[in-house]
């Protein structure tokens, strides 16, 4: 099996007027996301932010956890957040799953906007081939991926398709639901 890692963008990303604009990171994320990464086997979680203290603040949110008393209250949770990591910029990011996997990651995109893209089977099965290139599944908070974000990806997955044309899941509920898609059984 590949490496999958996922990366929570929150800068540069959209905000409902489509304009660039650093969204600030929530501990709610931090949480379920680390649950939800940790529940399907994703590498590490990077939490990509540009501004320190946004950094220190998601920095004492894992700490909490890893620590006591955080840690005697729910080793589960601290287990999570073992695979959380917060960096200052994508690149960071992309250096450090390269590092942990041996070689430079496919930068796969997530959009709600988007019509078209890769099909989660064939992702799927980019990551059960065990010799593949490792993945870094790419999500923005806000309103979305910057377009210069869109542009770095190699590949744009296909978004999630509800009933009817109401299409604005929370970044914790599409992360989960791609997850199972990519994981689940």
């Avoid at 086997?41 to 890893?66: C, K, L, N």
Wanted: aromatic share 6%; charged share 20%.
């Amino acid at each position: 099996m590949a490496d999958l890692f996922i990366a929570l963008v929150h800068y540069p990303v959209l905000d409902r007027n489509a304009r660039i604009v650093t969204s600030a990171i929530t501990s709610l994320d931090l949480h379920d996301l680390a649950r939800s990464a940790r529940t399907y086997g994703v590498r590490r979680f990077f939490i990509v932010h540009p501004v320190a203290e946004q950094r220190a603040f998601a920095t004492s949110v894992i700490g909490h956890w890893q620590e006591h008393p955080g840690r005697v209250f729910d080793s589960r949770r601290a287990e999570a957040l073992a695979l959380a990591q917060v960096v200052g910029g994508l690149d960071e990011a992309i250096a450090i799953a390269e590092t942990q996997s041996g070689s430079p990651p496919t930068l796969v995109a997530t959009s709600a906007r988007t019509s078209e893209g890769i099909s989660y089977e064939s992702l799927r099965g980019k990551l059960d081939d065990s010799a593949g290139s490792p993945v870094l599944l790419l999500f923005g908070t806000g309103f979305g991926l910057a377009p210069e974000i869109m542009r770095r990806a190699n590949l744009v997955l296909a978004p999630i398709r509800g009933v009817g044309d109401y299409n604005h899941l929370s970044v914790r509920a599409a992360v989960t639901a791609i997850l199972d898609r990519l994981r689940g059984i």
